[in-house]
């Protein structure tokens, strides 16, 4: 799928958060290439004007750096989530670069910060992150099976490179967490085995299945995984295999 990139100017770029833990979201790109099919943001196209299918689209904030450093000067500390309505690290950001520049001033001021991506591209920014004070790095991993994320996550990287890019942050002393949202199919067993040494904590999240989803689930024969039931048994082994975080 080809992505239709546009650039926009914004007048604001650190918008309040009702995230528990987290005051404010920074998102450097409105769309995602990934394209997930469970994505919970695609409400974004009834404000920004969008009719092409999610994932075909990225408007770039070309000026989002700027208006950060303007808007840091007189907001209070706190910490700041990169991104909650897209991926600060999807393709188009490795041209841009809206999100690391963002970061540079991000630490000019020592804002604290949560980066959650599924994109190795967070590794570009390495030598930024670790003179953070306070930061966190997620990545997200919701199977282990490569086949699922390809029908689910069909431009998302995969699985592997995601493992990869969640040991380097690691290795480095990088605080790291992976975030499973949602729980696809999967074998619980191995994913604990494949993340297990990498992270610190882990957040699990459980899906809320839209119309569109439940449909794929039903197309592909994966309807036990409807089961509240079921996915709870799921969700129990990979707490009792990793760091849950509350």
Request: aromatic share 8%.
């Amino acid at each position: 799928m080809s992505c239709i990139i546009q650039e926009i100017k914004v007048k604001s770029v650190l918008t309040r958060s009702g995230i528990p833990g987290i005051d404010y979201c920074i998102n450097p790109y409105v769309g995602c290439y990934h394209a997930c099919r469970y994505c919970y943001a695609t409400f974004m196209k009834r404000f920004t004007g969008h009719t092409e299918a999610w994932g075909s689209f990225a408007d770039v904030k070309i000026n989002a750096p700027e208006v950060l450093q303007r808007e840091l000067k007189r907001k209070e500390k706190g910490r700041v989530i990169l991104s909650s309505v897209t991926d600060a690290y999807q393709p188009v950001e490795a041209k841009y670069r809206i999100t690391r520049q963002c970061l540079e001033i991000l630490l000019q001021h020592q804002f604290d910060v949560d980066i959650l991506t599924k994109s190795p591209l967070v590794l570009r920014d390495m030598d930024i992150i670790k003179r953070f004070r306070n930061i966190d790095v997620g990545i997200t991993i919701t199977t282990d099976d490569e086949k699922i994320r390809k029908i689910f996550e069909p431009n998302a990287p995969s699985i592997n490179a995601r493992i990869n890019a969640l040991k380097r942050l690691h290795d480095n002393g990088i605080n790291t967490y992976v975030f499973i949202g949602p729980v696809l199919p999967m074998n619980p067993d191995a994913l604990v085995e494949k993340i297990a040494p990498y992270v610190d904590s882990v957040l699990i999240d459980r899906m809320n299945y839209t119309p569109k989803t439940i449909d794929i689930y039903r197309r592909m024969n994966l309807t036990k995984w409807l089961d509240r039931d079921f996915t709870e048994k799921v969700i129990q082994t990979l707490k009792s295999g990793l760091p849950f975080m509350q």
